[in-house]
């Protein structure tokens, strides 16, 4: 399974969310040994995920970026190097 693959599962199991956008950043830091040692020739490394759920209701920021990067923990101690989260409630969207 793809490592995107797999954070979209993750995450939509987690959050349910209403809106979930994952963009791989990867070919942006294909020169960066970190990106190499870690997912060799995968190109997934690098992400940016945008998500919007009623689960980060009354949550802060933090607790947020806590959360995800939970769910998400196998990732980060495997091919992910960085993650960019914007983890917001609907009503932040409205």
Same mark, same amino acid.
Request: avoid cysteine.
């Given at each position: 399974?793809?490592?995107?693959?797999? #954070?979209?599962?993750?995450?939509?199991?987690?959050?349910?969310?209403?809106?979930?956008? #994952?963009?791989?950043?990867?070919?942006?830091?294909?020169?960066?040994?970190?990106?190499?040692?870690?997912?060799?020739?995968?190109?997934?490394?690098?992400?940016?995920?945008? #998500?919007? &759920?009623?689960?980060?209701?009354?949550? &802060?920021?933090?607790?947020?970026?806590?959360?995800?990067?939970?769910?998400?923990?196998?990732?980060?101690?495997?091919?992910?190097?960085?993650?960019? #989260?914007?983890?917001?409630?609907?009503?932040?969207?409205?």
């Amino acid at each position: 399974m793809s490592v995107e693959k797999s #954070i979209r599962e993750k995450l939509e199991k987690a959050f349910l969310p209403a809106v979930l956008v #994952i963009e791989n950043e990867s070919g942006k830091h294909a020169h960066h040994d970190e990106a190499q040692g870690r997912a060799g020739q995968s190109g997934e490394t690098h992400f940016r995920v945008r #998500i919007v &759920s009623a689960a980060f209701e009354g949550k &802060s920021s933090l607790e947020r970026h806590r959360a995800v990067n939970a769910a998400l923990a196998e990732e980060l101690a495997g091919p992910v190097h960085a993650l960019a #989260i914007k983890a917001l409630t609907p009503a932040e969207t409205a």
